[in-house]
């Protein structure tokens, strides 16, 4: 085998020619004593590996110039490590295999940049998904539930797969359509401990669906409220498309005082118009992670929350609330998600002090009367950091007392220079920090920038008279 083509290995390897290693417009111009570096890939692809297992696959290196080429290649992700000497030297025509391990520890997508420890070479991008086996199966179109529930004979229905399998183990969906007309009793009640996964990579939207629609009356009842799914204590859902048939205050998931873990799935109302994507209610330990919400009105409603709460890294777009938070004392996070358009605001915190940091508000033009970003009453006092924001309105305080924007030893770090409109607006009497800000203007105009309806005042730096009005 050619020693420049890539070691065979488990998984997809996605070979683009790297013609930008000898474009002297990308690279350092080749005098006469100068390498050039060719790398065999850009990228590779592992696909789903289960966690704990090991692949290697690899790339080769090559001095197509002269001199000598010397770098140290190195991963940034924990998932992914080099195996072997990660050091390399080599004059002209030599070429050196880097072998690449993609060892995941948890479930979901997992990407790393390999760098070469040079300026001569392009990085090299990688990509996996983190699986896990699965103890049961369940496949809509080959399944019977008088099967053992095996992967070669899987069970058919999601209903049953929950009740026979039994607490503490991992049902595999396969992909399907998994709804009343298939034979499910909604909503499904997981057993302590089940971890339900469909279509991790694809979030249950791959090129089949792996679908659950449908919404039934929570055991115990909680009202008003429906759900597609409900949790069971330490239960994990992972890998679906949920849907309901739209009713006030349906949800796809619904956790009622129970850890849960929340991720790689779609929420959406595209043909079934969910209300609402999950509702924790009461306490526990709750992670939303990675998700798409494409609900018509809530994406994560914790309302009456006093537990632990991590959203991150999802996905909200269009809806009319992303997410609201209520509840004190509660551990509240929220970071790293990506709001895109929708409705009355962003994020709206109606009580409770959570950390919100690092989101990116894209919704030009919108927000415009509640803000990106609302603290509703006076109990309503997040810490607000490292935000993006691209709307109409920032954040609206209308009464909170001491929402934190940026202090004189941790500065708020928000990017306000997406902001037509007002990038604080103030509207209760408390005085209210936000240092260390990026503003529209150098510096922050008073009534434009900064708009105050009451009494109160905004402390925007740390010098005399650095503040609104």
């Not at 940034?76 to 050091?87: E, M, N, T, Y």
């Not at 809509?140 to 992967?151: C, F, I, R, V």
């Not at 938070?325 to 915190?349: A, E, K, M």
Request: hydrophobic residues 35%; contains cysteine; aromatic residues 8%.
């Amino acid at each position: 085998m050619d020693s420049r083509r890539l070691l065979t290995g488990i998984g997809f390897i996605a070979f683009l020619a790297l013609s930008a290693c000898s474009d002297d417009s990308q690279k350092p111009s080749a005098k006469d004593d100068d390498p050039v570096c060719a790398i065999s890939v850009t990228s590779i692809d592992y696909g789903s590996r289960e966690i704990g297992s090991d692949t290697d696959l690899s790339f080769d290196i090559e001095n197509i110039g002269t001199g000598t080429l010397s770098g140290t290649a190195a991963e940034a992700s924990g998932d992914f490590s080099i195996v072997g000497d990660p050091a390399f030297s080599l004059g002209e025509g030599e070429i050196r295999t880097i072998v690449v391990r993609f060892s995941p520890a948890s479930i979901g997508p997992k990407v790393c940049t390999v760098s070469m420890g040079t300026s001569f070479c392009d990085s090299v991008h990688c990509a996996g998904v983190g699986d896990m086996a699965g103890d049961y199966f369940v496949d809509a179109d080959a399944g019977l539930d008088t099967n053992p529930g095996t992967s070669g004979e899987p069970w058919r229905t999601i209903t049953h797969a929950i009740a026979a399998a039994g607490a503490n183990t991992v049902i595999r969906v396969l992909p399907g359509t998994y709804d009343a007309a298939h034979g499910e009793t909604f909503p499904l009640i997981l057993l302590e401990g089940q971890i339900l996964i469909g279509d991790i990579a694809g979030k249950g939207e791959g090129a089949e669906k792996t679908a659950i629609y449908g919404s039934g009356t929570l055991v115990p009842s909680q009202g008003s409220y429906t759900a597609a799914i409900q949790s069971g204590e330490g239960s994990t859902v992972a890998g679906f498309s949920i849907g309901a048939p739209y009713a006030a205050m349906t949800f796809g998931i619904f956790v009622n005082n129970d850890d849960m873990t929340v991720a790689h799935n779609t929420f959406t109302s595209e043909t079934t118009n969910l209300y609402g994507g999950v509702r924790p209610y009461n306490t526990g330990t709750v992670e939303v992670a990675d998700n798409d919400f494409r609900t018509s009105s809530y994406g994560v409603y914790a309302t009456n929350w006093f537990g632990t709460l991590v959203v991150e890294e999802n996905e909200f777009e269009n809806m009319s609330i992303p997410v609201d938070v209520s509840g004190i004392p509660s551990d509240v996070f929220i970071r790293g998600n990506r709001i895109v358009g929708g409705g009355q605001n962003g994020i709206q915190i109606q009580s409770g002090t959570p950390l919100i940091e690092n989101n990116v508000f894209d919704h030009p033009g919108g927000f415009a009367n509640y803000g990106a970003i609302r603290c509703q009453n006076e109990e309503a006092n997040p810490t607000i950091r490292g935000n993006t924001f691209i709307c109409a309105r920032g954040v609206r305080n209308d009464n909170g007392l001491s929402p934190d924007l940026g202090t004189a030893g941790d500065f708020g770090g928000n990017d306000f220079t997406g902001v037509t409109g007002a990038s604080v607006y103030h509207m209760g009497d408390a005085v209210l920090y936000a240092i260390g800000n990026i503003w529209p203007h150098a510096v922050p105009i008073c009534g434009t920038d900064i708009a105050i309806t009451s009494s109160g005042t905004v402390i925007w730096g740390t010098d005399a008279g650095e503040q609104c009005p």
